[in-house]
């Protein structure tokens, strides 16, 4: 089982990034992908771990990216950690998140929610701050039963914990991480609130700009999604990923080792890696 895409406590998963190895291990995947929001931090961690679970670790990260108002997630799969260049603008798009969480805060106030940040912050320790840790605060406290009804309800667009923010462009994304050696991913593109021709539109433009796959199995789609997100690659010439965007027990649409088979239609974006000859013939039957 391949599984190129996933978090750790540098972002906002619940396992370390060895932890988040191991548990990989033991449900069945031999590559995986660390793909904190942001953040490269983990690799180092995670490579050790993975060392010692016979798996084949890609090093990857999730940029927050803006396009046309929206708030896209890139994943960039093999990109170098070393990469000065990938360091910096990925330092620069943390930055912004301290005083976003600030404004989501006071937002929260004004309905009555108080110290969200204060409480967000210890939740996120020394990682970055996102609304996922605003997310467990507020359901630690009961505002509502868990993460994705609090989210509906306090933290997207029009609610009160929702500040816009300006993340990296499109272009600066996929740039860092070609660059860096690496393959830029559209993450589950179902996700967004973006109507066909804007979709048109969106993957014409991230082709031309060196976007390589886009996410197709993923734990954000639903089966209907799998089929559309196919068509939309084969259309392009996209190469499709997939990934469960594990982010730990009780947190995530869908646990690890589970991924279902890309439409038979799909290129694999790992098909020429020399990390998926890992797979066993029969592992790639069943996954
Ligand atoms: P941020 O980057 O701070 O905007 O946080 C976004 C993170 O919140 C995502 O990476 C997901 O982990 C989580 N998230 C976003 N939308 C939802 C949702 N509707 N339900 C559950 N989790 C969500
Ligand atoms: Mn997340
Ligand atoms: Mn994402
Ligand atoms: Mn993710």
């Keep these: ?20 190895v191991m548990h990989a291990a033991n449900s069945g995947v031999r590559v995986l992908a660390l793909t904190d929001h942001d953040d490269i931090s983990g690799l ?14 890609v090093n990857g990260v999730e940029i ?21 260049a990938l360091k910096s603008g990925l330092a ?3 930055l912004g998140r301290i005083e976003r969480a600030r404004q989501m805060s006071l937002g929260l106030e004004k309905v009555g929610i108080h110290g969200a940040f204060e409480a967000a912050s210890s939740f996120a320790e ?10 467990r605060f507020l359901v630690e406290k009961q505002y ?12 997207v667009k029009g609610k009160p914990g929702y500040v816009d923010h300006e993340w990296m462009s499109l272009e600066s994304a996929i740039n860092l991480i070609r660059n860096s050696g690496g393959v830029a991913v559209l993450a589950h593109p179902g996700r967004y609130d973006i109507k066909r021709t804007n979709m048109l539109l969106l993957l014409e433009e991230f082709r031309a700009l060196g976007g390589e796959a886009i996410e197709v199995v993923t734990g954000s789609h639903t089966a209907a999604h799998y ?61």
């Design 144 to 155: 509502a039963k868990d993460a994705k009804s609090v989210f509906k309800k306090y933290l």
């Design 126 to 135: 020394n990682s970055i701050l996102t609304r996922m840790h605003f997310a």
């Design 44 to 57: 180092a961690e995670a490579r050790v771990a993975a060392a010692e679970h016979d798996i084949a670790l």
């Design 1 to 20: 089982m391949i599984d190129l895409h996933a978090h750790s406590t540098v972002s906002d998963g619940l396992l370390s990034p060895a932890e988040l």
């Design 64 to 84: 927050s990216v803006t396009w046309k108002k929206r708030t896209l997630h890139i994943v960039g799969l093999k990109v170098n950690p070393e990469d000065a």
């Design 227 to 287: 089929v559309e997100f196919a068509k939309y690659a084969q259309l392009f010439g996209l190469k499709a990923s997939q990934g469960s965007d594990y982010h730990g027990h009780g947190i995530s649409f869908m646990g690890m080792g589970r991924l279902p088979a890309l439409p038979s239609q799909c290129v694999p974006v790992w098909l020429d890696w020399p990390e998926a000859q890992l797979l066993s013939v029969a592992d790639n039957l069943i996954n």
């Design 92 to 94: 620069s798009v943390r």
